[in-house]
């Protein structure tokens, strides 16, 4: 049974950065794919970004592409999601994911989930 702690999350204006870390804990990190989902009030979870197991393999959707990037260190056993050129329709609870095989943009595979981390952007 593994576990995924967020951290990170914050108020920032628009324009402006932040990084989000992913502890995983509780077994071996580097057999699952690591991924960020967000969920803005009222609305559905949604696909951020996603990473293969060895970190080969990225993915984003188009809303983030060019702006969010996202990385792992498997020996320190956390994930990251460099958030830059931030808009206030990025404001939602982010959430880190693990699993040994995620299919990113439908969020099946998914094993393991954070509890989240708040990111408001203002304008």
């Known amino acids: 049974q593994a576990e995924l702690e967020e951290s990170g999350g914050g108020l920032v204006q628009a324009g402006e950065s932040l990084r989000l870390s992913c502890l995983f804990s509780?077994?071996?990190?580097?057999?699952?794919?690591m991924a960020w989902f967000r969920q803005a009030p009222m609305m559905e979870r949604e696909f951020v970004a996603y990473i293969s197991w060895n970190g080969d393999m990225t993915q984003y959707p188009d809303s983030v592409k060019g702006r969010f990037s996202i990385s792992r260190d498997n020996a320190k056993k956390m994930a990251f999601l460099q958030m830059n050129s931030l808009k206030p329709e990025d404001t939602a609870v982010y959430y880190c994911?693990?699993?040994?095989?995620?299919?990113?943009?439908?969020?099946?595979?998914?094993?393991?989930w954070g509890k989240g981390t708040l990111v408001t952007v203002s304008s």
């Open positions: 509780g077994q071996t990190m580097n057999t699952n794919d």
């Open positions: 994911a693990a699993g040994s095989f995620i299919l990113p943009k439908s969020g099946s595979g998914v094993d393991y």
